[in-house]
T-cell receptor, first 112, second 116 residues
Framework: EAQVTQNPRYLITVTGKKLTVTCSQN?????MSWYRQDPGLGLRQIYY???????DKGDVPEGYKVSRKEKRNFPLILESPSPNQTSLYFC???????????FGAGTRLSVL | QQQVKQSPQSLIVQKGGISIINCAYE??????FPWYQQFPGKGPALLIA?????SEKKEGRFTISFNKSAKQFSLHIMDSQPGDSATYFC???????????????FGQGTILTVHP
């Protein structure tokens, strides 16, 4: 089954404690992206990657890091989480220029 | 800077009615306009999409109307059903090329509730 898998689905942490949210896709997609979803703001892109070792900032990259060492994986790293990073996070991937992005089920993060 | 503005924030419709959600964009370089549907606890999923060379696209009960000169596009859901209750996001994508490939800019979202 074609899918984008995020882990964990729910995470509660404390300010300053480094965390990683994993994302994996089994569709051999080149393009992957991370979004955060906040009420009234829609989905905002954090980082995206066009291929292995190629990443770029989205609209709200501050406080986040990503890496793309393998085509299928695109982890999101919060080196020192802060309460304003409490949000619902989505990973997405797409094959080509048609921009049909397939989203994971989301990771709800709470930073206390 | 919100490049895609969506309205209304929430919408309540009776079963069988027409749901209309509107979006306006600023960047004339956008060349792909998808709508995504999101059910509670799920990620968004592509519903329907349009490119600016056509003014309307219909798939079943869902229609996108596109007005290039006004820089607006809208989603119409005909014969709305309770199962259509979800959050709907419009989006826009820049021309491919360089580092802009596949970058989607989303609207704020509309929570649609269809009452039986």
């Amino acid at each position: 089954e074609a899918q984008v898998t995020q882990n964990p689905r729910y995470l509660i942490t404390v300010t300053g404690k480094k965390l990683t949210v994993t994302c994996s896709q089994n569709m051999n997609h080149e393009y992957m992206s991370w979004y955060r979803q906040d009420p009234g703001l829609g989905l905002r892109q954090i980082y995206y990657s066009m291929n292995v070792e190629v990443t770029d900032k989205g609209d709200v990259p501050e406080g986040y890091k990503v890496s793309r060492k393998e085509k299928r994986n695109f982890p999101l790293i919060l080196e020192s989480p802060s309460p304003n990073q409490t949000s619902l996070y989505f990973c997405a991937s797409s094959l080509d220029r048609q921009n049909i992005q397939y989203f994971g089920a989301g990771t709800r993060l709470s930073v206390l | 800077q919100q490049q895609v503005k969506q309205s209304p924030q929430s919408l309540i419709v009776q079963k069988g009615g027409i749901s209309i959600i509107n979006c306006a964009y600023e960047n004339t370089a956008f060349d792909y306009f998808p709508w995504y549907q999101q059910f509670p606890g799920k990620g968004p999923a592509l519903l329907i999409a349009i490119r600016p060379d056509v003014s309307e696209k219909k798939e079943g009960r869902f229609t996108i109307s596109f007005n290039k000169s006004a820089k607006q596009f809208s989603l119409h859901i005909m014969d709305s059903q309770p199962g259509d209750s979800a959050t709907y996001f419009c989006a826009a994508s820049l021309n491919a090329g360089g580092t802009s490939y596949g970058k989607l800019t989303f609207g704020q979202g509309t929570i649609l509730t269809v009452h039986p």
